[in-house]
């Protein structure tokens, strides 16, 4: 999203709004010391561990790890996507986003997909009011036990039987050109399929949705991006969706996800389920945080999407050996996923019961209760490698671990992490220590090797002279003008040169930005982390003037390191066969009066 909406923009909208007063409308902060503090509102404390910095533009939790700038946060707490806080903050400033005119057809084509498929679903809304057929599908839905409102909170409509609906109604054949471009938008958005050449197409279409009660998928903004039908007898396919198009990929996508929201702004669990009539049908019971992936797995990136908008994610499954296989993909999924202040838990349904109907005979109160009774994801995770091992061998403890290995190094340091290891040393009678050990991969002779990496590492944790610059350039871009030239910095051969290199030349073009706009530049890039992480530290100098000297004397040791290895590869090569060129020697005698 960031290449739609120029860089130089998002760098001015970065200086002309104050992050302070972004974040105190949604959380009340008061004067700490230099910057501001409040309560996390990313997860719970009792003591302030919350900072925003005016100076940086930049806030951080001390608790959580939670950081960003006034874009991250409008992403992070009011659950936005990049373009969307853009233009929150846009409109805040007083400012008009623009587009990047190389982009502006891929983005007009977008649009015409959205504004085609919203109206399909207002289409297929009035066919449920107005086809002849439509009093059967109403009857249907009530036979369910869905109401009319809940069926107008989702947007429910009937796509009615024939082969060329949609192409009678949005593109008939007198429409000549117009009627292509229209016939070929609904192909492209999947509502129509085009037959091919061998079964006599000859460009011809037929709809892909046919007398089946329709049901929109939104993306986060609202905006349908797909749908998904179901039958209404017992024909085959049951569920229907739609193929992956250029607004639709099911393995992102979450259906309810958006009414979710729009029920409650202030979630704290989302239930993931199995399908559409699952989450409508939990709706009329006012459990309004149900969602389903559409045809799919749940992926990570599903995952993702949710704990960005809630803490605990609860799976509901049937409690047969389909639905406990189905579990533990999700669970696998999930892994690499969970952390600090994010939970999973397991709902598995009582044998022939499925979430619509077993809240229709237990009623809201009955099932909340049954799912505040959901096996948290660490007990699963051992229930079920418990089932597939004799643990009253050792043999069986040793495949245990061996079974575990790969799923923890899915899973993120941390607490969570820690716990599941002291829970499986408990269980195969080891310490947790010599379970680490074992884990690594070595006990004995092959763990005393390891050791001198240990304490390598430890010296390697010591800030590198490229760490200190690059900390100071974010905590003071305006330090980059003090840098001077820049040609023997980028031969050095060390890790991260590159990416001091490349802000020391922005900044000598672009002296205006600030740290919080060159995160917002890395966003989208590997390096984005790791600079957010550097600008999280705490600088203990004095002000500007003695990060400035600090700066100084750090590029000043890179570059003597650089034209030590200059002067070694120039007096290589003057005693090879090759020799040196005259502005080689030249260079040679220069680097031998300055070092």
């Given at each position: 999203?960031?290449?739609?909406?120029?860089e130089?923009?998002?760098?001015?909208?970065?200086?002309?709004?104050d992050?302070?007063d972004?974040?105190d409308?949604?959380v009340?902060?008061?004067?700490?010391?230099?910057d501001?503090?409040?309560?996390?509102?990313?997860?719970?404390?009792?003591?302030?561990?919350?900072?925003?910095s005016r100076?940086?533009?930049?806030?951080?939790c001390?608790?959580?790890?939670a950081?960003?700038?006034?874009?991250?946060?409008?992403?992070d707490?009011?659950?936005?996507?990049?373009?969307?806080?853009?233009?929150?903050?846009?409109?805040?400033?007083?400012?008009?986003?623009?587009?990047?005119?190389?982009?502006?057809?891929?983005?007009?084509?977008?649009?015409?997909?959205?504004?085609?498929?919203?109206?399909?679903?207002?289409?297929?809304r009035?066919?449920?009011?107005e086809?002849?057929?439509s009093?059967?599908?109403?009857?249907?839905?009530?036979q369910?036990?869905?109401?009319?409102?809940?069926?107008?909170?989702?947007?429910?409509g009937?796509?009615?039987?024939?082969?060329?609906?949609?192409?009678?109604?949005?593109a008939?054949s007198?429409?000549?050109?117009?009627?292509?471009?229209?016939?070929?938008?609904?192909?492209?958005?999947?509502?129509?399929?085009?037959?091919?050449?061998?079964?006599?197409?000859?460009?011809?279409?037929?709809d892909?949705?046919?007398d089946?009660?329709?049901?929109?998928i939104?993306?986060?903004r609202?905006?349908v991006?797909g749908?998904?039908?179901?039958v209404?007898?017992?024909?085959?396919?049951?569920?229907l969706?739609?193929?992956?198009?250029?607004?639709?990929?099911?393995?992102?996508?979450?259906?309810?996800l958006?009414?979710?929201?729009k029920?409650?702004?202030?979630?704290?669990?989302?239930?993931?389920?199995?399908?559409?009539?699952?989450?409508?049908?939990?709706?009329?019971?006012?459990?309004?945080?149900?969602?389903?992936?559409?045809?799919t797995?749940?992926?990570?990136?599903?995952?993702?999407?949710?704990?960005r908008?809630?803490?605990?994610v609860v799976?509901?499954?049937?409690?047969?050996?389909?639905?406990r296989?189905?579990a533990?993909?999700?669970?696998?999924?999930?892994?690499?996923?969970?952390?600090?202040?994010?939970?999973?838990?397991f709902?598995f349904?009582p044998?022939?019961?499925?979430?619509?109907?077993?809240?229709?005979?237990?009623?809201q109160?009955?099932?909340?209760k049954?799912?505040?009774?959901?096996v948290?994801?660490?007990?699963?995770?051992?229930?079920?490698?418990?089932e597939?091992?004799?643990?009253?061998?050792?043999?069986?403890?040793?495949r245990?671990v061996?079974?575990a290995?790969?799923?923890?190094?899915?899973?993120?340091t941390?607490v969570f992490?820690?716990?599941i290891?002291?829970?499986?040393?408990?269980?195969?009678?080891?310490?947790?220590?010599?379970?680490?050990?074992?884990?690594?991969?070595?006990?004995?002779?092959?763990?005393?090797r390891?050791?001198?990496q240990?304490?390598?590492?430890t010296?390697?944790?010591?800030?590198?002279?490229?760490?200190?610059a690059?900390?100071?350039?974010?905590?003071?871009?305006?330090?980059?003008q003090?840098?001077?030239?820049?040609?023997?910095?980028?031969?050095?051969?060390?890790?991260?040169?590159?990416?001091?290199?490349?802000?020391?030349e922005?900044?000598?073009?672009?002296?205006?930005?600030?740290?919080?706009?060159?995160l917002?530049?890395w966003?989208?890039?590997?390096?984005?982390?790791?600079?957010?992480?550097?600008a999280?530290?705490?600088?203990?100098?004095?002000?500007?003037?003695?990060?400035?000297r600090?700066?100084?004397a750090?590029l000043?040791?890179?570059?003597?390191?650089?034209k030590?290895?200059r002067?070694?590869?120039?007096?290589?090569?003057?005693?090879?066969?090759?020799?040196?060129t005259?502005d080689?020697?030249?260079?040679?005698?220069?680097?031998?009066?300055g070092?």
């Amino acid at each position: 999203m960031a290449g739609r909406i120029p860089e130089q923009f998002i760098e001015e909208l970065i200086a002309r709004v104050d992050i302070v007063d972004v974040i105190d409308s949604f959380v009340p902060l008061r004067k700490g010391g230099r910057d501001y503090v409040a309560c996390c509102p990313f997860h719970n404390e009792k003591s302030p561990s919350f900072t925003v910095s005016r100076e940086k533009q930049f806030f951080h939790c001390f608790g959580c790890g939670a950081h960003g700038t006034a874009i991250g946060f409008l992403m992070d707490y009011d659950h936005m996507d990049f373009v969307e806080a853009v233009h929150e903050l846009a409109s805040r400033a007083g400012m008009q986003v623009p587009v990047d005119q190389g982009r502006q057809a891929t983005t007009a084509l977008s649009l015409d997909l959205y504004q085609l498929l919203g109206d399909v679903a207002q289409f297929y809304r009035r066919q449920l009011k107005e086809h002849p057929q439509s009093q059967r599908v109403i009857e249907y839905l009530k036979q369910r036990g869905l109401s009319g409102g809940t069926a107008g909170d989702y947007g429910i409509g009937f796509a009615p039987p024939g082969w060329d609906t949609l192409s009678q109604v949005f593109a008939p054949s007198q429409g000549g050109g117009a009627s292509k471009t229209l016939t070929k938008g609904l192909i492209d958005a999947g509502l129509l399929i085009e037959k091919s050449l061998a079964d006599g197409g000859q460009g011809r279409s037929y709809d892909r949705f046919r007398d089946r009660v329709m049901f929109p998928i939104r993306d986060t903004r609202g905006r349908v991006i797909g749908f998904g039908g179901r039958v209404l007898g017992d024909d085959s396919p049951k569920y229907l969706n739609s193929p992956e198009t250029a607004v639709f990929h099911k393995g992102r996508e979450l259906y309810g996800l958006y009414e979710a929201r729009k029920s409650n702004r202030k979630l704290d669990r989302l239930l993931v389920v199995e399908g559409y009539m699952d989450v409508v049908m939990l709706a009329e019971h006012n459990i309004r945080y149900a969602v389903a992936t559409l045809g799919t797995a749940t992926t990570a990136e599903h995952l993702e999407r949710m704990f960005r908008q809630v803490p605990e994610v609860v799976f509901c499954f049937d409690g047969d050996r389909a639905g406990r296989e189905a579990a533990w993909r999700a669970l696998e999924n999930a892994l690499p996923v969970i952390g600090q202040g994010r939970q999973a838990r397991f709902m598995f349904l009582p044998d022939g019961e499925d979430p619509d109907s077993l809240v229709r005979q237990e009623q809201q109160n009955g099932f909340e209760k049954r799912m505040a009774n959901a096996v948290p994801l660490s007990t699963f995770f051992f229930d079920a490698l418990a089932e597939r091992v004799d643990l009253q061998s050792i043999d069986g403890y040793a495949r245990l671990v061996e079974m575990a290995r790969p799923l923890l190094v899915k899973m993120q340091t941390g607490v969570f992490k820690q716990e599941i290891i002291s829970r499986l040393a408990e269980r195969t009678s080891m310490t947790a220590q010599d379970l680490m050990r074992e884990l690594a991969g070595g006990t004995g002779a092959g763990h005393a090797r390891h050791q001198p990496q240990v304490r390598r590492s430890t010296k390697a944790n010591q800030p590198s002279l490229v760490r200190i610059a690059i900390t100071l350039l974010l905590h003071y871009p305006a330090l980059a003008q003090q840098a001077g030239e820049l040609p023997l910095l980028r031969e050095l051969d060390r890790p991260g040169v590159g990416l001091l290199v490349e802000l020391l030349e922005l900044l000598a073009e672009r002296p205006h930005l600030t740290g919080a706009a060159l995160l917002e530049r890395w966003r989208d890039r590997e390096e984005g982390r790791y600079l957010s992480q550097l600008a999280m530290q705490e600088v203990l100098l004095e002000g500007q003037e003695g990060a400035g000297r600090e700066f100084i004397a750090a590029l000043g040791k890179l570059r003597d390191l650089a034209k030590a290895r200059r002067l070694e590869v120039l007096r290589a090569k003057s005693q090879s066969t090759a020799g040196l060129t005259d502005d080689e020697k030249s260079e040679l005698k220069q680097l031998h009066g300055g070092v």
